[in-house]
């Protein structure tokens, strides 16, 4: 399942599932919590990068680092293991919930 943001407010999935979320006017971005137990933060940030940082990896989280506003401006997150849902939210806090 490969994730990176879009423009400046979307976030896309593609993979298993094929999913777009309007992130626009989200300063602390979003977070996707996927069925494999990963969890990740997406923000578009002040410079024009969409960052994703991982909360929690799951079966496994890789993220690779956008280089350059003239046209890999996000970095891109693959999560491993077969994806049968993906949650968007805006705030997460495992709250016991999830480990």
Not at 35 to 46: N, P, W
Not at 61 to 68: W, Y
Request: glycine content about 12%; charged content about 20%.
């Amino acid at each position: 399942m490969l994730v990176y943001g879009s423009s400046d407010d979307l976030v896309e999935v593609e993979g298993d599932i094929e999913e777009e979320f309007n992130c626009y006017d989200e300063h602390d971005g979003a977070v996707l919590v996927f069925s494999t137990g990963a969890v990740l933060r997406i923000v578009y940030d002040a410079l024009g990068f969409w960052r994703v940082k991982t909360l929690l990896s799951g079966q496994g989280v890789s993220v690779v680092g956008a280089t350059s506003l003239d046209g890999d401006y996000s970095d891109k997150a693959t999560v491993a293991g077969a994806v049968s849902w993906v949650i968007y939210t805006r705030n997460w806090d495992a709250g016991g919930i999830l480990p």
